[in-house]
């Protein structure tokens, strides 16, 4: 069983593999209740690319692991820096939960 956490539209499940420090896997679950195909698949580029940004800026801030995120309709209508935030806020709230601490 993963680790489950929920911040705004996005939901995040952590599988922690004990691999590697690189070796991070994510996965997008993006519903049809976001909309036609199109819009699911901006919303997963756009979600994929504030994880590589993420990444590449902020060292550790997404842990080696699995991760698979789930979107609601609202993250659609999000603009990029609410977005970006959502997914700081979701990053933080697991690694507050994998340290073992209140949410």
Known sequence: MGIRVRRGPLALTFWDEGGEPDGT?????????????????R????LRAVFAD???????????????????????????????NDVKRLLAALDTRRRGEAP
Not at 25 to 41: F, L
Not at 43 to 46: A, F, I, S, T
Not at 73 to 82: C, K, L, Q, T, V
Request: charged share 30%.
């Open 25 to 41: 896997r994510v996965a997008y679950a993006i519903t049809k209740r976001v909309g036609g195909a199109v819009e699911r698949n």
């Open 54 to 84: 993420l990444a590449s800026h902020e060292a550790g801030s997404v842990p080696a692991g699995v991760l698979l995120i789930s979107a609601g309709p609202e993250a659609s209508g999000r603009d990029p820096e609410e977005l970006r």
């Open 43 to 46: 919303l997963r580029r756009r």
